[in-house]
């Protein structure tokens, strides 16, 4: 039996996505910024887009930005956040411990442009909160930036109450919703978030596209120079295909949204309660505010990657924490931010479920994970010492 439980690290394109692309990719070559008719098409699906992918989000359309992805929308959000506090003199940006690297890495490179990052902490529950927030706020706090919700661990953060505080202090505040968006109910008036990065691939549409929302009235800075696409703040000729996929995935998953929820609800308790009765494991992160499909947990005394390759043999694909991060022998930092210790972030695993997932396959990872976890266990000194000291 096949399982393909890694949506969070990328989903199957959709049917309708598919569908919707492919007389782009065929009939509708023409430049969106070329005056002639052929052009004016393209351009007339490339805004029809913009307006779906507003609606699904309850923006204007006139707020969407697209982009290569939501690595890319992440980069420009920051980047935006830090140039327009630098003009009034502000340099400290606030984020989390457990954001996406395409956050820790431009926060990175804005340490090295003179600007202050201070990360706060997230908690054994993988939750921050509003005060964690508000004790790190300084005079000199220009940007705010935090995730929607965790790739890894799949907790949701308090995006509204933050939001409602940066506005009040005068902060710009971003999220990385990447995860959130297609998955649970994001609307970004209700939020009141100033920027929120989308990628199409999270959500059963193509790879290589996203988008970033700005809310009226903040000027986007532009990392990307050359034409005047997208109003001028991101050049390139439009991914026009992947536009249109990512338009027509975002509707379809908005659309079906609350069925979708409730089914992997229910998948998700199946699996928990299959994997729990299993000495010394734990969940990763408070399953109080959680994404339906995420599901990560530790098993003491084995490595992530061998429980990998075998459930891999049985048909079942799952990761040990972000794509990114597999094939390193580095623990998580997400696991690592939330106090697992490293040895136990080692004998980690996460399941991410997509809607196309179905009950029989549970009780097939239910009954691989238990006993690869059994046979791991039984050939690892770490298990043999862990017993021992039981005793
Ligand atoms: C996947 C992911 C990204 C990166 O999106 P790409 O489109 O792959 O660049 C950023 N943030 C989070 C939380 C993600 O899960």
Redesign the pocket.
């Known amino acids: 039996m096949q399982v393909y439980a890694d949506n969070?690290a990328t989903t199957k394109l959709s049917k309708k996505a598919l569908d919707a692309m492919l007389p782009v990719l065929t009939d509708i070559y023409g430049n969106p910024s070329s005056l002639h008719t052929v052009g004016q098409t393209a351009k007339e699906y490339l805004e029809k887009a913009r307006e779906d992918v507003a609606r699904a989000i309850n923006a204007d359309s006139k707020e969407i930005y697209f982009t290569s992805?939501?690595?890319?929308a992440?980069n420009q959000a920051l980047r935006t956040g830090a140039y327009l506090g630098a003009k009034k003199g502000k340099r400290h940006i606030i984020s989390t411990k457990f954001e996406?690297h395409?956050?820790l890495h431009t926060l990175d490179a804005l340490k090295k442009e003179a600007f202050d990052v201070t990360l706060v902490d997230v908690h054994e529950t993988g939750v921050v909160t509003v005060e964690d927030i508000r004790n790190a706020v300084t005079e000199d706090t220009c940007l705010v930036t935090v995730?929607m919700a965790?790739?890894e661990i799949g907790t949701i953060q308090p995006i509204k109450e933050i939001a409602e505080f940066c506005k009040e202090k005068g902060i710009y505040f971003h999220t990385?919703a990447?995860?959130a968006v297609g998955h649970i109910p994001v609307d970004v008036k209700d939020l009141g978030v100033d920027m929120l990065?989308i990628?199409?691939?999270?959500f059963h549409g193509p790879?290589?596209v996203?988008v970033l929302y700005v809310r009226k009235g903040i000027p986007l800075i532009s990392i990307i120079e050359g034409g005047a696409q997208e109003r001028g703040k991101r050049a390139g000729t439009e991914n026009l295909a992947g536009i249109v996929g990512m338009a027509a995935a975002i509707s379809e998953a908005v659309e079906n949204l609350e069925n979708n929820m409730k089914k992997l609800y229910g998948l998700r308790d199946a699996l928990i309660d299959g994997l729990k009765g299993i000495e010394r494991c734990r969940i990763n992160g408070s399953l109080e505010h959680h994404l339906p499909g995420t599901l990560n947990m530790c098993f003491e005394g084995i490595e992530g990657e061998s429980l990998l390759l075998l459930l891999d043999a049985k048909g079942i694909n799952a990761s040990s924490g972000?794509a990114c991060t597999s094939g390193s022998l580095d623990p998580s930092h997400v696991l690592l931010a939330i106090g697992v210790p490293v040895e136990i972030a080692h004998g980690s695993l996460r399941l991410s479920l997509s809607e196309e997932n179905n009950i029989e396959q549970m009780q097939h990872v239910i009954n691989s994970v238990k006993e690869v976890v059994t046979y791991l266990r039984s050939i690892s000194p770490v298990w043999e010492k862990i017993k021992a000291e039981e005793e």
């Open positions: 969070a992805g939501g690595s890319e992440d996406h395409a956050v995730m965790n790739n990385d990447v995860q990065s990628s199409a691939h999270k790879k290589g996203g972000s």
